[in-house]
């Protein structure tokens, strides 16, 4: 599975920015697809991820309320609504796929499949 993440770009604090990881190579209807983020400084953290189905969701504490992730499979994307930015948002965002029955979705070596991130950057 190839991911390709994109949409990311800069925004005032209090905005909004969605974006995408769209999939190729194999379909991810059966996958776990989590988003992740990096800054400089800070290591790889949890954002958020969906089931495969698309009917479980689960949010890191720092985004619940503001971040909502989505799914269309028949698209082979997952989509990740961010409003409310804040600075500390800033990051690189990382979409992520592994299989349903492996690991813990919250841990970034769980994941399998990486795409090459894409750049928030919410100014104050």
């Known amino acids: 599975v190839q991911l390709q993440a994109s949409g990311g770009g800069l925004v005032q604090a209090g905005g909004s920015l969605s974006v995408s990881c769209a999939a190729s190579?194999?379909?991810?209807?059966?996958?776990?697809i989590g988003w992740f983020r990096q800054t400089p400084v800070k290591e790889r953290e949890f954002v958020a991820f969906?089931?495969?189905?698309?009917?479980?969701?689960y949010y890191a504490d720092s985004v619940k309320g503001r971040f909502t992730i989505s799914r269309d499979n028949a698209k082979n994307t997952v989509y990740l609504q961010m409003n409310s930015l804040k600075p500390e948002d800033t990051a690189v965002y990382y979409c992520a796929a592994k299989g349903v029955y492996t690991g813990d979705p919250l841990t970034a070596s769980q994941y399998v499949y990486w795409g090459q991130g894409t750049q928030v950057t919410v100014s104050s």
């Open positions: 969906i089931s495969a189905s698309g009917g479980g969701k």
């Open positions: 190579g194999r379909s991810i209807h059966t996958y776990v």
